[in-house]
């Protein structure tokens, strides 16, 4: 157990309340109220407090950085079953072998270079992470993903010629814009190229991605406090 037991009750509070809001935002939306997971964001979160969320019941978990989470949760993992960590942040080709071994899913699938990198590291380990394709539905140029007119003939890329099971997709609103629009493009792609998973939606937006289809939602700060900002 948690060597500091009011930690561990602020972290299953906060817990239990990002879970009952998830629920809300689905049956406001008519859908099953276990239809959008959470996936809790632990950038930057010390082993001991994600230590915590596991007591209080959580196991999926997401890491913006390989070399961050190949320092915790090997450990973690070893320690508890049943964890899926999910890779949400740009992935290196000189880090697909440690991403592989470590992770479950890889969200951020979002050019060939990348894709082709991951398909020799399977066919070499037989490891099979879920993948999903990052979309930069804003076009942002400094933002990583595929463009939504990318989509179809990358993710058709991905499966045809590179023999890659991609199982959803995955996206980034801009900051400054309403997000609505952003998880309905998504879902819309996601819909015409036959994906079922939809990983959409942060803190502030989470309601509105679970009203166009999300299955997964990241969420950190609402669980864990304010990042350090150092």
């Known amino acids: 157990m948690s060597a500091d037991p009011q930690a561990a009750a602020n972290v299953a509070t906060r817990l239990r309340l990002v879970r009952d ?7 406001s939306a008519g ?34 950085r390989v070399q961050e989470a190949h320092r915790k949760w090997p450990a973690l993992k ?8 999910h890779l949400i942040g740009p992935l290196q080709t000189n880090k697909v072998c ?76 801009p900051f400054d814009e309403e997000p609505s629009m952003h998880f309905a493009l998504l879902a819309k792609i996601a819909a015409r190229l036959g994906l079922k998973e939809l990983s959409m939606g942060m803190s502030g937006d989470f309601a509105r991605a679970i009203q166009f289809g999300a299955t997964y939602v990241r969420i950190g700060t609402a669980i864990f406090g304010a990042r350090p900002t150092d």
């Not at 809001?21 to 049956?27: G, K, L």
């Not at 070893?78 to 960590?85: D, F, K, P, S, T």
């Open 98 to 173: 440690e991403a592989v071994a470590l992770f479950d899913v890889i969200e951020t699938v979002d050019r060939p270079k990348l894709a082709r990198a991951l398909a020799e590291e399977l066919a070499r380990t037989g490891k099979r992470p879920r993948l999903f394709v990052q979309v930069n539905t804003g076009e942002e140029p400094q933002k990583a993903g595929i463009t939504p007119g990318e989509a179809d003939g990358f993710v058709s890329l991905c499966r045809t010629d590179l023999g890659l099971a991609i199982e959803g997709l995955m996206c980034i609103p």
């Open 78 to 85: 070893a320690r508890h079953a049943g964890i899926e960590l």
């Open 21 to 27: 809001e998830i629920a809300v935002a689905a049956r």
């Open 31 to 64: 859908r099953n109220p276990e239809a959008a997971k959470l996936v809790a964001v632990t950038k930057t979160v010390p082993a001991g407090a994600i230590e915590r969320a596991i007591e209080a019941g959580q196991r999926i978990f997401g890491e913006n």
